[in-house]
């Protein structure tokens, strides 16, 4: 998000999780480094399987970003409700359902914004960038009825606005300990710069046709500091629903003209079988 002029902006903080999300913390566990290694092998691996099964599904997604003033009210709303389809190589196609005039400052929402919207806020790890990222193993974590690996993971080296856009996510992820697939994530996206600022993005995953773990609901409450000393604080909701097999490409060509190549269904990829 781009730096805007604004003093005391506040927000009301919501939450759709469990109080034992909440309070749950992270137990350390002694493991060896092969373990942990072996861990982060399998998991990568079935995130490259899950990537490659989304491919043959089309679904549905709600982002609204609010600025929220003192006394509770909004101050500025962007909203896009949008069908959504990945090709094999992993593009991202997009039919913008339902876009309403944002009321949100002039250049607030970023280019940058819209690529994490579908990128690192619900995937958090890019499977084909793996060796980009550090992972340091932090213990083990129970919520609800999941016992879950907890990582920490950073890339091993910021990559340079100015020369590649290129985005790479900073943060925790979990990973359930029978499956080893990843079922939330914590973090948010680099590069920052002096006046685009970016949200810790918190993102749950839900099982469809129990199969393959894929993003449900991402959520964010944060505060932006800029480097003016400046501060912005909003509140992101984004919803994943109504995941169907199959695979519709949409190329969004300009504001008014939408291409759209309809696909049947395809056999999705297989799936890592549980123990």
């Known amino acids: 998000m781009k730096r805007i002029i604004a003093f005391g902006l506040f927000i009301f903080c919501i939450s759709i999780f469990s109080a034992s999300a909440q309070t749950s913390t992270i137990s350390k566990v002694e493991l060896s480094q092969t373990d942990i290694d072996k861990i982060i092998k399998k998991f990568t691996a079935n995130e490259a399987e899950f990537r490659a099964a989304l491919t043959n599904y089309v679904f549905n997604r709600y982002a609204v970003v609010q600025t929220v003033g003192m006394g509770g009210q909004i101050t500025g709303s962007f909203e896009r409700d949008s069908f959504m389809s990945l090709t094999p190589d992993g593009q991202r196609f997009e039919k913008i359902l339902r876009a309403p005039v944002a009321t949100t400052p002039p250049g607030f929402i970023t280019p940058e914004d819209l ?14 960038r793996v060796n980009e990222y550090n992972f340091v193993y932090l213990g083990k974590e129970k919520i609800d009825e999941l016992n879950l690996h907890v990582f920490e993971v950073t890339p091993k080296v910021i990559p340079n606005p100015k020369k590649t856009p290129l985005r ?12 080893f697939m990843i079922v939330k994530s914590k973090g948010k996206a680099v590069p920052e710069t002096k006046e685009n600022k970016f949200p810790v993005v918190e993102t749950w995953r839900e099982n469809v046709d129990d199969k393959y773990w894929f993003p449900s609901y991402a959520s964010s409450n944060d505060e932006l500091v800029f480097d003016d000393g400046s501060t912005v604080k909003l509140r992101m909701r984004i919803k994943f629903k109504d995941y169907k097999q199959g695979r519709s490409d949409v190329k969004i060509l300009d504001d008014d003209v939408v291409v759209e190549d309809e696909k049947p269904a395809a056999t999705p990829a297989p799936a890592p079988k549980k123990p």
Do not use: C, Q, Y
């Open 115 to 128: 690529e994490d919207l579908g990128g690192v806020n619900p995937f958090a790890i890019e499977p084909s």
């Open 168 to 179: 790479l996510f900073t943060g925790r992820i979990w990973v359930d300990d029978t499956d």
